[in-house]
């Protein structure tokens, strides 16, 4: 039995307390089974994957958040304020909203999120660093050049001030991300950073109950300010490594109730009158990234022969149903999105060009370039790699590939210990800089590759504090032709996102976040419908 923190009112009880839900729709009660991959973390500030993010975002809140049309709307500030020189936001934090433990949101604790972000010698640096750095004070508070913060205060108990250095269009897109949700300061202080990691209290709809190496526990919080969820709870069962297809033979064993599905196990759950395919557009980009301190990719000219040696339409082709073709960074449904070819062409022969220049005749003295990739999930995936592999070594260029599985591929990308990796990447916020700057912003956090660039970083300082939507277009489509022909990364494919659910599990809608901002506030089970 689950005690709260605050009281010794058992949670299961209290959940069974709450009045049934009306009429023939949504119902309460079940567990929801889903299969996802081990987080490494559940604390917002350092969420850096689709798998953390997951458990992230039903356990906190932020002071706005995302519709799955990409709208704002309100969340812990229930309205907020905006000066006319686009500078100063000034947020009410809505009244009676508690963290799992019972203590009571306020304005503090924002500005203890926003700080903890900032944090001078952070061991993990969050993505979101980078886009806070538009706050007064930001950069010398994150370079211990200051103590204070003098952008970010709080005006009482509920209404927290942020100002900035200059206008920035997407700022309000930037607090919704999953790194600026909101965590308690006396927690924190008192768990220490590992241990909030590990056992995370926030304000959202459902609370932290276990982590153990097969799965993670969640238990609906009845006290939740948008109302308790209908779920009882959910649970997040991590893949079998004897079964390295991420929980797609789970699923088809009626083991959970939430998939990805694969483009190999597609067919077969199309044809199932027990399972729903969820299809929508997600904001996502599958690239192979190179590490460019490595020797072997000092010459600009063998970094481009590897972009025209490799056949993107080809890999899409492997997988019509869950692929289209890259001809960019930007993905379809963001801002300064164009259709137009940036990529560098598929073109063999320029291939073998370029190694010729760059003196590796038909690849000579090149040594065999590994990259790791995601351990296979099937025989598409398997195919893919081997396309992949074909496509270098027509050219002369040898590929040691290493499939592994998330844990390792994570590990090694993040210590930048992988020379080349393949890895998808999805919209932080709706807006270009989650890619272009999240990416390729010099000193970074996700900038695995090494790439450092002063046109970049430059244009990037450009494009955030351009009022102009056309005009801030043009410069992120500029840009993203630049950084496609200094090859930092290649694109390859850009993923239709794909869920798949059995029949009774409703009230969902994927957004183009993606799998890791899946909302299941109002997910309900159909007690009518057969369970196994």
Known sequence: M???????????????????????????????????????????????????????????????????????????????????????????????????????LSAADVVFTIRRILEPGRRERSIAASYLEVVDGAREFMASRRRDLPGVNALGSDRVEIRLVRPYVSFLEVLAMDDLRIVPKAAVSAAGEDGFSRAPVGTGPFRFVSWTENELRLVANPDYFGGAPYLDGVVVRFPDPAEPDRGNQRFLRHETDLVEPLPDTLPALQQDPTVRIHRYQELSLQFLGLQLTRP??????????????????????????????????????????????KALAYDPEQSRRLLAEAGHPNGEGLPAIVAYVP??????????????????????????????????????????????????????????????????EPGGAANFFAFRDSATAEALERGAGEMNPAERARIYRDLEKSILEKVPMVPLYLNVGLLASRSYVNGFKPGPMGFGMLDLRKTWIDPGEERR
């Open 296 to 341: 072997e990719f000092a010459d600009l000219r063998v970094r481009q022969a590897i972009a025209h040696a490799i056949d993107r339409k080809g890999l899409a082709g492997i997988a019509p149903a869950s692929r289209r073709e890259a001809t960019g960074i930007l993905p379809p449904g963001l801002p300064g999105y164009s259709p137009a070819p």
């Open 2 to 104: 689950l005690i709260l923190a605050g009281g010794t009112v058992p949670l299961v009880a209290r959940i069974a307390s709450l009045p049934p839900v009306s009429g023939a729709g949504p119902r309460r009660g079940g567990i929801l089974r889903l299969t996802s991959e081990v987080p490494h973390t559940i604390d917002p500030a350092k969420v850096d994957s689709v798998y953390d993010a997951l458990p992230a975002d039903q356990i906190f809140d932020g002071l706005v958040s995302l519709d799955p049309s990409l709208s704002l709307v309100p969340a812990l500030a229930d309205t907020w304020t905006i000066s006319r020189d686009g500078r100063t936001y000034t947020f009410h934090l809505r009244a009676g909203v508690r963290f799992h433990d019972g203590s009571p």
């Open 375 to 440: 351990a296979s999930g099937g025989p598409a995936e398997t195919e893919s790699h081997e396309a992949l592999r074909r496509d270098l070594e027509a050219v002369g260029i040898h590929l040691d590939l290493r499939e592994v599985r998330w844990p390792e591929l994570n590990r090694r990308i993040d210590e930048r210990s992988a020379p080349v990796f393949q890895l998808g990447w999805v919209a932080d916020l709706a807006d270009p800089d989650s890619f272009l700057r999240s990416l390729f």
